[in-house]
């Protein structure tokens, strides 16, 4: 007796693409409707799964076509907020084994992107995630900030006892390293800069959720400090709390200050 419809289907939906070979061959005189639709549906995704494949392995091909030895990467998280420290991470990836997905983390839903994180961090020969606080944004300015947390996490990782060859940046260049080389959309093209905007991000998130405990009323565990439309009206409804960043909040206080 044939297999069920059923059967074939949870088959192919596990079946790596040996398998589904196989399958396709031992079913190539079935002419059942839903057959030929469930091959089909594995067929698209085993070849989804190929395409991400070669575009991860692009990122590490372009990463070691840019640099050689060992390569930091770093990227940001937290610029464009009102509420929230800058958040930039550092990560070190070995030459092998690749990590599977790497992107943009915004790019990735908030799932993967946790899930993303945990393989990086344990795959990672050195990660670290710096801060620059509010009230140091508000003192020093953003491109001072942004210099500050980039020579932070380049040294966290370094007391790690990994020695740097290679500084890889996303976006414009700092200046702050012999070593820098900067890629623009670089957590878009580079395995290791991928790596720290999806630890960034990360990190930074599960840190607004915590915010969100001590001031529930700014909604941080969803706007993760950003001015959202709900987030400003309680700006001009309450004021700001300790982790506002002022500066970037006057739009909306100033006319409380009269």
């Not at 839903?34 to 698209?44: D, F, H, N």
């Not at 915004?106 to 945990?118: F, G, I, N, P």
């Not at 900030?145 to 380049?154: D, Y």
């Not at 982790?243 to 970037?248: A, D, G, P, V």
Request: charged share 25%.
């Amino acid at each position: 007796m044939g297999k069920t419809l059923a059967e074939i289907r949870a088959e192919l939906q596990h079946a790596d693409r040996d398998q589904y070979e196989a399958l396709a061959r031992a079913l190539a005189a079935d002419e059942r409707k839903g057959v030929i639709q469930a091959l089909a549906t594995a067929r698209k995704r085993l070849d989804a799964q190929d395409a991400e494949a070669a575009r991860s392995e692009r990122m590490y091909s372009f990463q070691q076509e840019l640099a050689e030895g060992v390569v930091v990467g770093l990227d940001e998280v937290g610029r464009g907020p009102v509420a929230g420290p800058l958040a930039v991470a550092a990560v070190v990836l070995p030459d092998r084994p690749h990590i599977f997905g790497l992107n943009d983390s915004k790019q990735l839903t908030a799932q993967r992107r946790e899930s993303l994180a945990a393989t990086i961090k344990e795959t990672a020969l050195a990660w670290a995630v710096e801060y620059v606080e509010p009230s140091e944004i508000d003192e020093r300015g953003m491109a001072a900030s942004l210099r500050l947390a980039f020579t932070r996490a380049l040294a966290a990782v370094e007391a790690q006892g990994v020695r740097a060859d290679a500084v890889l940046l996303d976006g414009n260049a700092l200046h702050l390293d012999p070593r820098e080389r900067n890629v623009v959309k670089g957590d878009s093209k580079c395995a290791s800069i991928a790596a720290a905007s999806i630890v960034a991000k990360v990190e930074r998130d599960a840190l607004m959720d915590e915010y969100a405990k001590t001031w529930p009323a700014y909604g941080f565990d969803h706007n993760k400090g950003y001015a959202s439309a709900d987030h400003i009206e309680v700006i001009k409804a309450l004021g700001t709390c300790p982790i506002h960043r002022e500066t970037f909040c006057r739009a909306w206080t100033q006319a409380t200050l009269f």
